[in-house]
């Protein structure tokens, strides 16, 4: 088992588009910052919305979800909309930021109908398709995503240039955790990288430790966006059921499922994301928790993320999480970059 | 397996006050009726509120799920928070609704605490302990839960009451949906009762479907919360491990996990919610949807919600799974009503 991943040349073969989007993460990082400050914002500078929609579908979706955790202390309250219709309080108040890759997502597109005819403020993010198409039409300003990848694999350009353009369209939120976030991404890549030993690389070792199970994914609150995540590219890239859930909430229904078969349990395999500086209580209490999910699921896990700011610990958590899910993929010897059930509902008309 | 399903008084007998709660259903929705129109609201009497944030854990955060998912469409956001803290954006227009059942919670405590410093219009909803306490030392609006339940038994009771203190409060809502739904659940129960044979119980019959199976929930974005019900009914209930995942959204993700390992995915039983008048688009990506999982999943399982108003669809389909839940933990030989690894945890200081 362990010699599949002590071949980087092979892994690099085989790992693909995904693996060239992951080794690229912090330069697509600053191509979201410069993306975000070049776009033309015309009259939403400076507009301080009410609230803010994000509205996107699956990859699409993660920059959103990743927001509205890392600004939930923030002043302007952010929704992910993931779904054909807007919520009934969205208003010319309500800034919306629709989120498409391909720019052809059907949900997306009518969830942008409607924003329109709402009245409401609109920044469109998309690599191409109608989006474009209607963006430029109607005059909406639009961040331009680089083409050829994945959807999945655009989150940091989707991340950081809607991050960049709600600073300038007047969010107050702490930027300022955005360097050391990349500076932590950059000290974290050799230690992921495909030539680093399984023993030395933790994305390797959790890949090792997950194969055969299913996954099962526990997070802080402020981490829940990145379990979620994770929980999509092991479906994606590994082809995997998974199954994500947070904390402390989890202590309160999710730990129960521990009481159940043998036979059931040991298929699955917890992965806990932790974080420096969890607080004494909250720390004991997921000790307490893991000990009890370590009598009966087949295998417990942890996941350390990294850094001081809350925007470090999320992406590190992130990065760790998208390489496992790569690894585990080549593993179980699929291609990390086909989502070929994805494409078949698609073509349903 | 199936006669354990026929005898009903041992059926009874096992069922204990989980069963008797769940034959008190629509008793229970009444008295949350009279609840909210008894509670002395003071000052929050015709407030209208900017936003309402519902704080609350595990079985205490249910209802407040389901008036998120059911208000979706009406005019004042409600957000559902839990954890220690609230979010960034809580203000002096921020009706704070906090839901305890012990009224010991610590998080939801935490919250309420939150909620005094920032000066937010509140209502307590809680059977006893500390809520109680609080509420009547500081003169806070408190609805008093019926005592001697289990937190997530209590559900009827918490939704109405705090739906109809909503209405008072000046929330506009499709408040005409009730009566439609406490009908439809009145019909649903001799259906779903211990006395009829599994072959006429649609519960009786989704248990004996998911015996030996991980079940994984997917469910329209509107029954999310109905979909998180049952996840955490089977935790508690049924002691089992179980997943949701809601549709458009899983079609962009979830559906991969069908590519994976044979051994994994046949341990998976996909019990998939629907509803009457689904829209012949979103039916027809269901039923392709439901024909991958078909191909790999251990079994496959629909759910057919009733009714014709929203509230009447997520209070069936809730009814149903709230039933296969009980009728699964007897299959299995536990007793529904315990919670002992819940309590461990709570134990941890």
Redesign the interface.
């Known amino acids: 088992m362990a010699n599949i991943l002590e071949d980087a040349e092979d892994i690099r073969r085989r790992g693909g588009g995904i693996l060239r989007s992951l080794e690229n993460l912090p330069e697509g990082c600053r191509e979201g910052i410069r993306l975000g400050e070049e776009v033309e914002l015309q009259h939403l500078e400076g507009l301080k919305p009410r609230?803010i929609i994000i509205a996107g579908?699956?990859?699409s979706?993660i920059g959103g979800l990743i927001l509205r955790d890392w600004?939930?202390?923030?002043?302007?309250?952010i929704?992910v909309s993931?779904?054909?219709h807007l919520?009934?309080?969205t208003d010319d108040e309500t800034l919306i930021i629709a989120v498409s890759y391909s720019g052809n997502t059907e949900?997306t597109l009518t969830a942008l109908m409607e924003a329109m005819e709402r009245g409401c403020p609109i920044l469109a993010v998309t690599s191409n398709g109608r989006m474009r198409k209607i963006s430029e039409e109607r005059g909406i300003p639009l961040i331009p995503l680089p083409r050829g990848l994945q959807p999945r694999a655009s989150l940091p350009q989707q991340l950081f240039s809607i991050a960049v353009a709600l600073r300038r369209i007047g969010v107050e939120a702490p930027w300022d955790e955005v360097g050391e976030a990349i500076k932590v991404l950059e000290q974290l890549r050799p230690q992921l990288a495909p030539e680093t030993a399984p023993e030395a690389n933790e994305a390797k070792s959790l890949a090792l430790g997950l194969w055969?199970?299913?996954p099962?994914i526990y997070a802080p609150?402020r981490m829940e966006a990145v379990a979620y995540r994770l929980?999509?590219q092991l479906?994606?890239n590994?082809?995997?059921?998974?199954?994500s859930a947070?904390l402390?909430?989890g202590?309160?229904?999710?730990?129960?499922?521990?009481?159940?078969?043998e036979e059931?349990?040991e298929?699955?395999a917890a992965l806990i994301i932790r974080e420096p500086g969890e607080g004494e209580?909250l720390k004991?209490?997921i000790n307490?928790?893991r000990e009890?999910l370590e009598e009966s699921f087949g295998r417990v896990l942890e996941l350390w993320a990294r850094g001081r700011g809350l925007l470090s610990k999320i992406l590190s958590a992130l990065y760790i999480g998208d390489y496992t899910s790569l690894y585990l993929a080549l593993l179980?010897g699929?291609d990390p970059s086909t989502?070929?059930?994805?494409e078949?509902?698609?073509r349903?008309?």
Chains 1, 2 share one sequence.
Do not use: Q, W
């Open positions: 609230r579908m699956g990859g979706a600004l939930l202390d923030a002043s302007t309250p929704y993931a779904g054909y919520p009934g309080f949900e055969g199970y299913i099962h609150r929980r999509t479906n994606e590994a082809k995997l059921p998974a199954c947070s402390p909430e202590f309160h229904n999710a730990v129960m499922g521990r009481e159940g078969p059931l349990l298929k699955l209580r004991r209490r307490a928790f009890l179980y699929y989502v070929k059930s994805i078949l509902l698609k349903v008309g």
